[in-house]
Antibody
Framework: EVQLVESGGGLVQPGRSLKLSCLAS????????MNWIRQAPGKGLEWVAS????????YYADTVKGRFTISRDNAKNTLYLQMTSLRSEDTALYYC???????????????WGQGVMVTVSS | DIVLTQSPTTMAASPGEKVTLTCRAS?????MNWYQQKPGASPKLWIY???KLASGVPNRFSGSGSGTSYSLIISSMETEDIATYYC?????????FGSGTKLEIK
């Protein structure tokens, strides 16, 4: 069974840093690209960052570029999101999701974690 | 960046009613994905590649569209369909989502 379990969230002051983790199990982690997506309280979904299976390709949303770093450790089956210079608008539930290909070529995110809450407040 | 505009923002449908949710893209996209999210739960891939149902999705759901206009259709509304539905363009970064349509039961 595919499982994605996020951790590392919490309350942090503006300007500080936080590192999220997403532990994967039930599949060969090193074969899949991964994504971070966030959802502010009562709001919609916002894509944050993506990383390819070997870390060769990394992409960020403009809203986090230069402040957040996505990375992975395939030996530990773990995806990371290092967040620095945090702002109140980064307050959200952060999900990790697996990047799948359906019908061989159509991208989709078929597996999501339960999410981890990050609150940026003084 | 491709902006996705969903309409309506909220709608209420009666059991058995046909429902159509719309997603319009600011420029042409190859495919559209749809996600279902129920309160307190993580999103689920619902429709991929514009018209293909994800595993376990009831066949009263369908998807259609091309270019800049896409739809998610429920042929006969059921109580279990109450959720927020998000469209997402899957194939070029940034992987933008629409703002969602909240579907309620009348």
């Amino acid at each position: 069974e595919v499982q994605l379990v996020e951790s590392g969230g919490g309350l942090v002051q503006p300007g500080r840093s936080l590192k999220l983790s997403c532990l994967a199990s039930g599949f060969t982690f090193s074969n899949y690209g991964m994504n971070w997506i966030r959802q502010a309280p009562g709001k919609g979904l916002e894509w944050v960052a993506s990383i390819s299976s070997s870390s060769s390709y990394i992409y960020y949303a403009d809203t986090v570029k230069g402040r957040f770093t996505i990375s992975r450790d395939n030996a530990k089956n773990t995806l990371y999101l290092q967040m620095t210079s945090l702002r109140s608008e980064d307050t959200a539930l952060y999900y990790c999701a697996r990047h799948d290909y359906y019908s061989s070529y159509i991208p989709g995110w078929g597996y999501w974690g339960q999410g981890v809450m990050v609150t940026v407040s003084s | 960046d491709i902006v996705l505009t969903q309409s309506p923002t909220t709608m209420a449908a009666s059991p058995g009613e046909k429902v159509t949710l719309t997603c319009r893209a600011s420029s042409s996209v190859s495919y559209m994905n749809w996600y279902q999210q129920k309160p307190g739960a993580s999103p689920k891939l619902w429709i991929y590649g514009t018209s293909k149902l994800a595993s376990g999705v009831p066949n009263r759901f369908s998807g259609s569209g091309s270019g800049t206009s896409y739809s998610l259709i429920i042929s006969s509304m059921e109580t279990e369909d109450i959720a927020t539905y998000y469209c997402q363009q899957c194939c070029s970064t940034p992987f933008t989502f629409g703002s969602g349509t909240k579907l309620e039961i009348k």
